[in-house]
């Protein structure tokens, strides 16, 4: 007998260790995924494979670059171009796209948050003269302790609003602070009726992992109601194919509730004693870190269990970050909440 628990001791840890050094996502375990949405699908914007975006005129002067990976937008007026972001990926390119739909000169970059993603193709505005690069204080003091040379340090800096005038058009900036850790902010041109919030609504999908990699799900969770506090028709959140309107909003935000409230349900409705009983009988009390584990993943799993389902057929992604989410929305409910 005590052979045979020793041999499938030593099985145990063998499989362990085979599946620890496995590496993840085999083409099997890729084809399970669910392909993109067609309703999605619909939506990609055809790119220019020379210059591998597409611009697109969203009117009041506002037109949004993409590469279907991410977004920044630019507003031309009689007096210039403001430039809000420039990504990695395509931020080089911005001058040229601009100079084909006007001759006005760039005077302003103004930048979402301190992310390199969203403004590491900055460098490619460095010889333009008089450029005034606009952002959050806190976003100021963080690229100065980066001195990042893909990220040009902003020279006009605000602690909560700023409101920027250019040739009869008005840019409302307001900090908010539901993503990154040096803030984030809400971008929006009243004529245009076009609102800009990095990170938080990728329209058509469910957010990025763990809601969009949020610094402060608190914050995150009221996002939706103060972006719908603004009369916009185009939104644009800096990811992916398109750009989105209201309901793409109210559809990320019923998601999101419903993770939390989900979340907060099975997690407290859920014997710890209980959900770790079979384990304690394996490895006995001692372990707690690993005990606290396995009621973790209980919650998670039953919590992706339930939502599955009711998400798989109206967003993009949700095999694909729900687990993130939940994860994400477990320790705000367990280390946060009432
Ligand atoms: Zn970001």
Redesign the pocket.
């Known amino acids: 007998m005590r052979k045979l628990i020793y041999i499938l001791t030593l099985a145990g840890i063998v499989c362990v260790q085979v599946s620890a050094q496995s590496p993840p996502n085999s083409p099997e375990e890729l084809q399970r995924y669910v392909p993109v949405l067609p309703s999605v699908k619909a939506r990609f914007w055809k790119t220019d494979p020379s210059v591998g975006y597409a611009v697109q005129g969203v009117g009041g002067g506002v037109y949004v670059i993409s590469d279907n990976g991410w977004q920044s937008a630019f507003l031309v007026t009689n007096e210039g171009v403001i430039v809000f972001d420039a990504p990695a990926s395509f931020g080089k390119s911005i001058p040229s796209a601009i100079a084909k739909v006007t001759d006005k000169p760039i005077t302003m970059l103004v930048y979402s948050?301190a992310?390199k993603?969203?403004i590491g193709g900055s460098a490619a505005f460095k010889n333009i003269k008089d450029l005034k690069i606009v952002a959050l204080d806190t976003v100021t003091e963080f690229l100065k302790e980066m001195n990042d040379p893909n990220r040009l340090i902003p020279n006009v800096t605000f602690t909560r609003e700023k409101t920027v005038s250019l040739g009869g058009q008005t840019v409302e900036l307001t900090r908010h602070a539901y993503?990154?850790n040096e803030g984030d902010l809400f971008i929006y041109v009243p004529k245009a009726r076009f609102l800009m919030a990095?990170?938080c609504v990728t329209d058509g999908y469910v957010p990025f992992q763990g809601f969009d990699i949020t610094a402060n799900f608190h914050e995150y969770m009221k996002v939706f109601d103060e972006l719908l506090t603004y009369r916009f028709e185009t939104f644009v959140g800096g990811h992916l194919t398109s750009t989105g309107n209201r309901a793409d909003v109210k559809l990320n935000k019923e998601f999101t509730m419903d993770v939390y409230n989900t979340v907060k349900r099975i997690h407290n409705n859920m014997d710890f004693a209980a959900a770790i009983a079979e384990a304690v009988k394996t490895v006995g009390p001692d372990n707690e870190f690993l005990l606290f584990k396995v009621f973790l993943d209980k919650v998670t799993y039953e919590s992706v269990k339930e939502l599955r389902p009711r998400w798989i057929k109206r967003l993009a992604g949700v095999d694909v970050w729900l687990e993130s989410h939940v994860r994400t929305a477990l320790i705000y409910v367990r280390w946060d909440d009432n």
Do not use: L, Q
């Open positions: 948050h992310h993603d969203h993503h990154s990095i990170d």
